[in-house]
């Protein structure tokens, strides 16, 4: 299996993909590239609260996030955004640029998530 770091950088390097991070499922980074390596552990923790709790995911959709110094609202059509996968052992967090979309980055993240599931990550 390749490295975190060797991931990070195949997914940032997609066109779909501006940067990418994985973090353990207890906010500690385990690889990143571009501005998410600048993320605190802190941003990535809530993030993970918010996936299981439905109080605190509400409470990031009505006020949005910050994440790797950036600041990301829902339900805005931006030229960028943020997209964040949980698998069994890791949090996959990846943002986008115009011309990608969200679904575009979705779909890229989504796929890796699938691979790290298969392999029991």
Known sequence: MAS???????LS???NIEDAAIYGLDGTLWAATGKLQAAPAAEAQAILEAIESEKVAALLVERGI????K???FL???NCGIVFYKTLKALVVA???FPA?????LTQVSSFADYLISMQM
């Open 66 to 69: 910050n994440f790797g110094g």
């Open 95 to 97: 943002t986008y640029a």
């Open 4 to 10: 975190w770091v060797d991931h990070v950088q195949a």
């Open 71 to 73: 600041r990301y609202l």
């Open 101 to 105: 979309s969200a679904a575009d980055c």
């Open 13 to 15: 390097q997609t066109n």
């Open 76 to 78: 805005r059509r931006d």
